[in-house]
């Protein structure tokens, strides 16, 4: 016996928490709080398995599920998503119970193909499509299409009134709390939001559009179980309505400075600068990253969340250093924009690197409000005070 937990007398979670990952998507994400890949076992007067676990965890997956049921009992799977953090045990478990029918969405049937080379049962669905699984119950399927695969679907369950959301509303958030109420608060929502920052913003604009149409149905929503982290049971909507605001325009009263350094100059103009924001402003928060040394996906973050931005980079062979590129290119991959934005940076001759960080920022759709800050070599104490000055005008600019 390995993990499983009644959800409700009919829904059992039989999924797997990975507390030991620290990085998703290869090393593109991280993870500092683990996650968990959620399977759910639904039984009516049929049996359905809602997605399996990722493939490291295919053997373990099965030997837990037969510890739950006799796996021929299972007569349905759905398959909300065909990426290998769900799919990846359905070779493992199909080998077992082969021919069992594969409910999917048509992209799903294509995409699972293209990963398995299988000629498994498909039945793919559309939305508004249903399967009666007796009993009262009923699910719904409703695609999500690019969020954030062009497979994704949702199902809800009539009857229990639960809708499984697939990655949409998840968190990469290990824990052995089942629940929203359960956990820590902030650690939930900065997940959460870090998952949506990272992973759906790029898609915000389908997002929105499926909010709607989701609310428009007007289901009567006792859970939202999403395929990572906890599950939405207290107050299920309060997700749904964190989507819309980061879906639209959002910010907080927050400037985030992000630079890197070699040998220290730019930092000390970093620094120099937050202080001149916080004289001019003693409300708004102000957020230090170095790009080096800090997590990218937590400065991503930091800008989704931020109603202002400042890049500082010394020029290293006419450009900004690699990790301040870095960001640069993620922030711009994940459509954050619509920020108020400068730049600054030391340098020693020619100095292009706050040239390009702004070009950067306003290719990526960020209004550069002031023009970039540059220091030659190290600044003295007039240099630093010119930072504080051009961090205090820069403050009553965005504020
Ligand atoms: C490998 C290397 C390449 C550099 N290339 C340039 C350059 O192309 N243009 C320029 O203006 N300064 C260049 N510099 C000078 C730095 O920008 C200067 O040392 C700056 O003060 C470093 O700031 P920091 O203390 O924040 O690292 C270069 C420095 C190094 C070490
Ligand atoms: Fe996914
Ligand atoms: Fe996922």
Not at 298 to 313: E, P, Y
Request: charged fraction near 25%; proline fraction near 4%; charge should be negative.
């Amino acid at each position: 016996m390995d993990q499983s937990f009644a959800i409700t007398p009919s829904v059992t979670w039989v999924g797997k928490i990975d507390h030991e990952l620290t990085h998703f998507h290869g090393e593109e994400l991280s993870t500092h709080r683990g996650s968990s890949y959620n399977a759910y076992l639904v039984r009516g007067e049929k049996t359905v398995l809602i997605d399996t676990v990722w493939r490291p965890y295919a053997y373990q997956f099965v030997e837990n599920l037969e510890s739950v049921i006799d796996l021929k009992e299972i007569d349905y799977i759905i398959s909300l998503h065909s990426e290998i953090d769900h799919s990846g045990s359905l070779p493992a478990l199909l080998e077992k119970i082969p021919g069992t029918p594969v409910y999917c969405s048509q992209n799903g049937a294509k995409m699972l193909k293209a990963h398995y080379h299988q000629d498994w049962n498909f039945h793919p669905v559309k939305t508004g499509d249903t399967l009666d699984i007796g009993g009262g119950k009923t699910f719904t399927f409703v695609e999500a299409r690019m969020l954030h695969w062009p497979d994704n679907m949702m199902a809800f369950l009539s009857g229990d009134n639960i809708l499984f959301s697939t990655d949409v509303f998840g968190q990469h958030f290990a824990t052995e709390f089942m629940y929203n109420d359960q956990v820590n608060q902030d650690a939930l929502y900065y997940e959460a939001e870090k998952y949506y920052a990272n992973i759906v913003a790029p898609f915000s604009k389908m997002a929105a559009m499926k909010l709607k149409e989701v609310k428009a149905m007007n289901l009567p929503l006792s859970m939202i179980c999403p395929s990572h982290g906890v599950i939405w049971r207290d107050n299920p909507g309060q997700i749904v309505e964190a989507y819309e605001k980061w879906s639209s325009y959002y910010h907080h009263n927050k400037i985030t400075i992000v630079y890197d350094t070699m040998w220290q100059s730019t930092r000390k103009m970093a620094e120099a600068i937050a202080a001149g924001i916080k004289q001019a402003d003693s409300e708004v928060e102000v957020v230090v990253r170095s790009a080096s040394k800090h997590d990218k996906n937590d400065i991503v973050t930091d800008v989704f969340n931020s109603k202002a931005v400042l890049f500082g980079s010394p020029t290293v062979i006419r450009s900004p250093l690699s990790p301040i590129v870095a960001v640069l290119d993620l922030i711009n991959a994940m459509d954050i924009k619509d920020k108020k934005a400068a730049t600054f940076g030391s340098y020693g001759w020619s100095g292009e690197a706050a040239k390009v960080m702004a070009e950067h920022l306003e290719k990526a759709g960020f209004e550069i409000v002031q023009d970039g800050i540059r220091t030659m070599w190290v600044p003295d104490e007039d240099a630093l005070e010119q930072c504080r000055a051009f961090g205090e005008e820069f403050a009553k600019k965005v504020k």
